[in-house]
């Protein structure tokens, strides 16, 4: 049966990001709130996908915190799932710093593009940094939260990566607070995982984390400590305190 579901919902992705994108290129001539709002009804379709086809239910713990205000937001990394769910269920407009060649993904990446996020061209080396500050400040001064993933890369339930300073970074140099967001999705929906268990996922958003007179080293590990911190809330017994 999970091979079932999982191959269902493997199906529903493709047969629905195929019209999505081709809608996209319709509706492109659209001023880019209405883009963006139409764009992200496929994330919001694969996490409906997820909880009906694979039984992934989720909660929010602590929306209280979201600010109605400027802010960068760096999350736990764990699944696919977070990137459609921060996207889909975010009260601002959301945009990811990514590597510019998945402009080139068939259907997907055509949709990205359109959307004005933070494409970054990693070839160009510390200039690519500057890229993010620049074009993460215009993003911001439009009223969008860009979002990052400072471990880089997808992490095991349990296991912690290191966390990069680009996020804290862009935070200190933009004077913009941080949103800090645990999550426990690979308990559900792990790394390259192709059969994904039912559960619920929590999304927990901490306080606000000022930036205003602190270096990217002080506040990167106060993302970390929060983030880190209330993993083990989220999941206890992955850390042996359960």
């Not at 400040?137 to 860009?146: A, K, L, M, V």
């Not at 645990?182 to 059969?195: K, T």
């Not at 007179?213 to 911190?229: C, F, H, M, P």
């Not at 083990?232 to 305190?241: A, I």
Request: glycine share 8%; charged share 20%; hydrophobic share 45%.
């Amino acid at each position: 049966m999970a091979v079932f579901r999982a191959t269902l919902y493997q199906i529903f992705l493709i047969v629905t990001v195929i019209p999505y994108a081709i809608a996209c290129l319709l509706w492109a001539p659209l001023p880019l709130h209405w883009r963006y709002r139409l764009t992200i009804g496929w994330p919001r379709l694969g996490i409906w996908g997820a909880k009906v086809i694979l039984g992934i239910r989720w909660q929010i713990k602590g929306a209280e915190n979201l600010p109605d205000g400027p802010a960068v937001m760096l999350s736990k990394h764990q699944s696919a799932w977070e990137t459609m769910f921060i996207i889909a269920y975010m009260p601002r407009d959301m945009c990811f710093v990514y590597k510019r060649e998945l402009h080139r993904v068939p259907f997907f990446g055509w949709g990205l593009a359109l959307l004005r996020m933070i494409p970054i061209d990693r070839a160009k080396g510390r200039d690519a940094f500057e890229q993010v500050v620049k074009i993460g400040q215009e993003r911001i001064n439009e009223g969008r939260w860009p979002i990052l993933f400072p471990e880089g890369t997808r992490i095991l339930p349990g296991k912690t990566g290191r966390y990069k300073l680009g996020g804290a970074m862009l935070a200190t140099r933009t004077n913009t607070p941080i949103i800090p967001v645990a999550h426990n999705a690979g308990e559900c929906w792990q790394r390259n995982a192709f059969i994904k268990k039912p559960g619920l996922i929590t999304v927990s958003i901490g306080p606000l984390i000022e930036t205003a007179g602190l270096d990217a080293e002080t506040v990167n590990r106060k993302v970390q400590d929060w983030i880190e911190s209330e993993m083990r809330v989220l999941n206890p017994e992955r850390y042996g305190l359960a």
